[in-house]
Structures are given as C-alpha cells and as structure tokens.
C-alpha cells in the first residue's frame, strides 16, 4: 500500500499563488509516477499534471499549462504543485495520485490522497 497525505490547500485571491505538496509513504517502489487532478463541485474529476519519479518527464492539463508546475523531491518522497496566477475557475478540491504511468485517466492511478480544498476568490 501507499499512502498519500496532501497539504497547502487554502484561499486565495485570483492572480495569486499556492503550492500544494504530497508527501507518499509505504510501498512507494510500487509506484512510478504522480499526478494531480481536480474536482469541482458538481463535474467529474479531471487532470491537471503528472510527473515520473526518475526522468521528471512532465505533462500537463492544457487549462493549467504555463501557470502550474509540477516537481518532486525524491529525498522527501515528496512532490508539488506550484500554481500561479489563479483564476476562479481553479477552485476545486485537489487530490494528488499514484501509479504506474503519467496518465491523464482517474482510472490509471492506484492510489489516491484525501483532497485539499483550493478556493480562488474574484
């Protein structure tokens, strides 16, 4: 098992920044890559960006593209996601993810954190 526990969620005025972190535990050699998603209130879970733990090949949700970035810290068995200049439509409950490949399906991740609320303010 892995397990995921994500931190840095909050308020913030549109235009502004937070990072977001997920720190993994257990049988990370399990797992390959990382992911975030988000979910809005009444819409589906939906991709924002993936990262592998060895190359960093990165990907991302073209909504997202240029303001958010994805990065780990394997010493801390820890990765992030910068995001900058937030808009409105960023509000959503963010999970981060793990699995075998930086997929952009819900369906491919393995294992899933708790969610931390982002609320962008206009």
Known sequence: ??????????????????????????R????????????APGK???FVAAIYWSGGNTRYADSVKGRFTISRDNA???FYLQMNSLEPEDTAVYYCAAGRTSSIYVRSYDYWGQGTQVTVSS
């Open 1 to 26: 098992q892995v397990q995921l526990v994500e931190s840095g969620g909050g308020l913030v005025q549109a235009g502004g920044s937070l990072r977001l972190s997920c720190a993994a535990s257990g």
């Open 28 to 39: 990370t050699f399990n797992v390959y890559a990382m992911g975030w998603f988000r979910q």
């Open 44 to 46: 589906e879970r939906e």
């Open 76 to 78: 801390k068995n820890t």
